[in-house]
């Protein structure tokens, strides 16, 4: 990762998870990136299983949607119990699209039903208002979860792409080494 001029992480193309690389067969990495990356990876690994939030479960729409990625999730090592808060955000998040998108619906039809173009106007900027601030929020989300690595990419972009070399004596801790050695 690299810093940009304003303190941020700017990341490059996000790594694929070792099990896709496997999977796909021939790779340009050596056998030991692979090994340290396939070692790193299961260092990221909490082995718990996320669960559903009380707010979750209560909204019916949130719910539903946990559901089917629990379901789709349950195949996927990469996925576990450190995801948890950042699974039911977005499960949230899909309700509160649903309901915006219920309220743009009514608006609309209270707008046609509107012969002054005053009262329409009215309408189109309350709407307008409503998901300027919705938009912000989820911009705010999705910064926070990337910079403390809550979401599984974010891990994933966490991993070194080289595995560590080994440091490189100095020519005078050789010397040095060789001398302690009795060989020279």
Do not use: W
Not at 30 to 43: G, I, N
Not at 94 to 114: I, P, R
């Amino acid at each position: 990762m690299k810093h940009n001029s304003g303190g941020d992480f700017v990341a490059g193309r996000s790594s694929k998870p070792i099990q896709l690389i496997k999977s796909e067969g021939k790779s340009h990495r050596t056998k030991a990136e692979l090994e340290h990356r396939e070692k790193a990876e299961k260092s990221l690994y909490t082995g718990t299983n996320f669960r559903e939030d009380p707010a979750t479960k209560a909204d019916p729409v949130a719910h539903k949607e946990f559901l089917r990625l629990r379901k789709l999730y349950k195949q996927i090592e990469f996925v576990d119990g450190l995801d948890q808060a950042t699974i039911n955000r977005y499960c949230q998040l899909k309700s509160q699209e649903s309901m915006l998108q219920d309220l743009y619906n009514s608006v609309k039809v209270a707008m046609e039903s509107y012969e002054d173009i005053n009262k329409k106007m009215a309408h189109y900027e309350d709407m307008k208002e409503v998901l300027g601030k919705q938009n912000q929020v989820r911009d705010k989300m999705l910064k926070l979860e990337d910079r403390l690595f809550l979401n599984p990419v974010a891990r994933m972009r966490a991993i070194p792409k080289q595995p560590e070399e080994k440091k490189k004596k100095s020519p005078m801790e050789e010397f040095m080494e060789r001398k302690k050695n009795g060989t020279q």
